[in-house]
């Protein structure tokens, strides 16, 4: 291993990020160029040359002098004096975030900031913004793999996350949840799973489980662009929608982006301020929406929302009626080893207020009309969707749940939500009653869409939109473990 670079002390957050961008650039640029020989000419690097392929690193140190300042932020605070570090990659798409991080740090603890290069090598793929450099010539990946790094599973995990990282006396600390690697990784996912730049995805996030949201989503997002108040919708497949291509045949051209070519198609609607809104069709199951939350957390959205149909289990319920979780019941499998079915995932106060007035105020319904309508309680989340054949053995864990609706993602999305630190919250449609003998039929079905889509996608629009206005207390207190990461 060659000598860690000296870390050089950063007067301002701002500088740090600078350098961080320009040591990431450097490293990143020579394993470009290095790759761009092979291709060309067959020369692999000299093991000098290789050195160069690092990811930058960022220390923070902090040594009290005096308490700091009381804070109820749920981020941006130390769990004990020391240093804290993390590789970083993609400084400058990630600056906004960082200094968010780093100005408290500094500002109310009196935080030192350095950077340096770390020991961490980039692995090629991810140097490359797409797959066709790999088809040049006849050069495989096996033979890449020889001379330049891959990406390694062993160096690629949730430790941080999970609380399963071991503190060593004279080590740094985590200084965040996810490191260089892992957030590469899960960025290079997103574009596979999502058929979009991982750069479009927005901070705020709606899943859904049914294509027709989509549909509402982009008529919306046109009807947005058109008002002045967005300024882009980006398609799966490279399809982007200005103002300048805002027409009649607007929508025709999104929707007939090939999202069938993709598993999790999504859909981005630009706004000016930078808080625009990701909807991601995630498909049914919870298989899917562990996978499609994995990789958006590091990201670090300020919170998503699942907004789909369930099936109803209370004789009251109507078709069309809402669903505000405030429990789950997780029956969904995926998550058991890392969030034990046993640990409560609590429902965030912020999330909930925010879901429940958007509700009134898009309805129009108040008081005991808007009670009769939306309903509180607890989700069941199944790992089977034809869980209505085992429902003599059910029937007792559904019935001491006291749950309300049953669906296959909504309780994964919120536990991923409490292990990966992101704001979560679940308002469903009761799309069929299974238990009492209204199921879904085509007829019964298409007219309940075309009534009920709409109106539910717009509450969810405006929750995120009122969880906007909370600004940072969002990003609750309880999601927080005892020796968190600064970094939330």
């Not at 769990?79 to 993390?86: H, L, N, V």
């Not at 990659?89 to 603890?109: C, G, H, I, N």
């Not at 996912?189 to 479009?200: I, P």
């Not at 598993?263 to 049914?284: C, E, F, S």
Request: hydrophobic share 40%; aromatic share 8%.
């Amino acid at each position: 291993m060659p000598p860690p670079m000296s870390f050089e002390t950063a007067a301002t957050p701002e500088a740090a990020i600078d350098r961080l961008e320009r040591l990431y650039e450097e490293a990143r640029g020579a394993l470009r160029s290095d790759l761009q020989r092979f291709f060309e000419t067959g020369e692999p690097p000299t093991p000098e040359q290789r050195e160069r392929y690092r990811y930058p690193m960022l220390r923070v140190s902090y040594e009290p002098s005096k308490l700091p300042a009381a804070t109820r932020r749920g981020y941006a605070k130390f769990a004990a004096p020391g240093i804290y570090s993390t590789t970083v990659t993609q400084p400058a798409e990630f600056r906004s975030y960082l200094l968010d991080q780093l100005k408290p740090l500094v500002a109310e603890y009196g935080a030192m900031i350095e950077t340096g290069i770390s020991q961490q090598e980039i692995p090629y793929p991810y140097a490359l913004e797409g797959g066709d450099e790999l088809g040049r010539g006849k050069i495989t990946a096996a033979e890449l793999a020889r001379y330049f790094p891959t990406p390694l599973l062993a160096l690629v995990g949730d430790e941080i996350a999970d609380g399963t990282f071991d503190i060593v006396e004279g080590e740094p600390r985590p200084l965040s949840l996810f490191d260089a690697v892992r957030v590469d990784y899960s960025l290079r996912r997103l574009v596979h799973y999502t058929g979009t730049d991982w750069r479009a995805v927005q901070p705020w996030v709606l899943l859904t489980n049914y294509h027709r949201y989509v549909d509402q989503f982009v008529r919306l997002g046109l009807a947005e662009i058109e008002a002045g108040t967005a300024e882009a919708l980006v398609a799966p497949g490279g399809i982007r929608i200005d103002r300048d291509g805002v027409d009649v045949s607007a929508a025709e051209r999104v929707m007939s982006a090939p999202w069938h070519r993709f598993q999790m198609p999504a859909y981005h609607l630009i706004r000016k301020d930078g808080d625009g809104v990701t909807l991601v069709n995630i498909g049914v199951g919870p298989s899917n929406a562990k996978n499609i939350t994995d990789h958006l957390a590091v990201l670090r959205p300020n919170c998503w929302l699942m907004v789909g149909h369930c099936g109803g289990l209370r004789q009251t319920q109507i078709i069309g009626d809402y669903v505000l979780a405030h429990a789950y019941l997780r029956q969904d499998g995926i998550l058991d080893e890392l969030v034990p079915p046993d640990i409560p995932i609590p429902a965030l106060a912020e999330v909930q207020v925010a879901l429940q007035q958007a509700a009134a105020d898009i309805t129009g319904e108040k008081g005991d009309t808007l009670k009769q309508r939306l309903r509180t309680g607890t989700v069941v989340t199944q790992d089977d969707r034809n869980w209505e054949l085992r429902w003599t053995k059910e029937r007792r864990r559904i019935n001491l749940s006291r749950a309300i609706a049953v669906d296959m993602e909504s309780g994964t999305i919120a536990a991923q939500g409490y292990r990966l630190r992101v704001p979560y919250g679940t308002l469903l449609c009761v799309s069929d009653k299974p238990l009492h003998g209204e199921i879904k039929l085509p007829g019964a079905a298409n007219a309940f869409y075309e009534r009920a889509v709409g109106e539910h996608l717009r509450i969810g629009l405006d929750a995120l939109k009122k969880l906007k206005e909370t600004g940072s207390a969002i990003h609750s207190r309880k999601l927080r473990s005892f020796d968190e990461p600064p970094f939330r």
